[in-house]
């Protein structure tokens, strides 16, 4: 054999005759088990079989649409680009279920909690919409297949999956707002925290002056005593019409406060959420909130 003859193997025959793969050629190529180009591990005959060799944790294998890379749940929350998320991964800045994580092409579920400096993520974009709630529509749902929800009104508003943030009463109308924003949403449906509410109110009967000063110095229910911003007739309508400023998002406290003053509430509709309003926004529809309105929210 001449040198040129020796010099012309492959660097695998140079390498004591290990395997080939599919892309190289050889006397092997007809066993390799890949689908396409792709090189392929000799050692797994059995796809389903194969387990990581690093010292990274190990996932099961799952359905295509249950996992997704983690670099690229870092982009799609907006962090940086998948090419820095590698760069951060790497430095140990993201954690999943509690363990940091530096493996190159680790795959995480949806539902797994990631978290980036401490702070969870989340793998979509965050999107923000808000309402103008019609009445008869079923904000949590009902066992009823027949009953409306929210849910349908904004069926077209995203392809990502929206939740209410807070209730509002089937009889009620007004401002609802929807988003995939889980830390927007805890933080705004919070108790303690008191969003500001503005509500325009029927009741049954006239409000007695007596009664509105009451509830303006708070008015003690079984969980608390309610606070109002403030409290007043609605200008030129029938004392039966009040506009009500409130911050708590308690269930039912609206209905509540009235009922341990012996009123029912006919007609309830939200016209203020946070700073939004109902301006331009007919009943039934919906539009996506602009940049601003989302961080004023994210500062109240």
């Known amino acids: 054999m001449s040198r040129n003859d020796r010099s012309s193997g492959?660097?695998?025959?140079?390498?004591?005759?290990?395997?080939?793969?599919?892309?190289?050629?050889?006397?092997?190529?007809?066993?390799?088990?890949?689908?396409?180009?792709?090189?392929?591990?000799?050692n797994e005959k059995d796809p389903k079989k194969s387990m990581s060799r690093g010292n990274a944790p190990v996932k099961k294998k799952q359905a295509g649409n249950d996992?997704?890379?983690?670099?690229?749940?870092?982009?799609?929350?907006?962090?940086?680009?998948?090419?820095?998320?590698?760069?951060?991964?790497?430095?140990?800045?993201?954690t999943v279920n509690g363990k940091v994580v530096t493996e190159m092409g680790y795959k995480v579920q949806l539902n797994d909690e990631v978290k980036f400096d401490g702070r969870r993520i989340n793998p979509e974009k965050p999107e923000y919409v808000l309402l103008n709630?019609?009445?008869?529509?079923?904000?949590?749902?009902?066992?009823?297949?027949?009953?409306?929800?929210?849910?349908?009104?904004?069926?077209?508003?995203?392809?990502s999956?929206?939740?209410?943030?807070g209730k509002l009463d089937t009889q009620a109308t007004g401002l609802l707002l929807f988003t995939n924003d889980g830390a927007m949403a805890k933080k705004l449906a919070n108790p303690t925290n008191g969003?500001?509410?503005?509500?325009?109110?029927?009741?049954?009967?006239?409000?007695?002056?007596?009664d509105l000063q009451k509830i303006k110095a708070g008015v003690n229910l079984e969980d608390g005593t309610v606070r109002v911003t403030d409290i007043s007739y609605v200008e030129n309508k029938p004392k039966?019409?009040?506009g009500l400023e409130i911050r708590s998002t308690k269930n039912h406290i609206v209905q509540r406060l009235f009922k341990s003053l012996n009123y029912e509430i006919v007609k309830l509709d939200r016209v203020v959420y946070g700073g939004l309003t109902k301006k331009d926004l007919p009943r039934g529809h919906w539009r996506v909130l602009s940049k601003q309105e989302i961080i004023n929210l994210g500062n109240m």
């Open 195 to 210: 969003i500001r509410q503005i509500y325009h109110l029927e009741l049954d009967k006239e409000l007695a002056y007596d």
């Open 161 to 165: 999956k929206l939740d209410p943030v």
């Open 240 to 242: 039966r019409e009040v």
């Open 133 to 159: 709630k019609p009445k008869g529509f079923y904000v949590t749902g009902s066992l009823e297949k027949k009953n409306r929800t929210v849910m349908d009104l904004i069926a077209n508003a995203s392809k």
């Open 67 to 94: 996992l997704m890379r983690l670099n690229k749940y870092v982009a799609n929350a907006g962090i940086c680009s998948r090419r820095d998320a590698d760069i951060y991964i790497a430095a140990g800045n993201v």
């Open 10 to 42: 492959s660097r695998g025959d140079r390498a004591g005759g290990r395997a080939k793969s599919g892309r190289q050629g050889g006397k092997d190529r007809n066993k390799s088990h890949a689908r396409g180009n792709a090189p392929v591990n000799r």
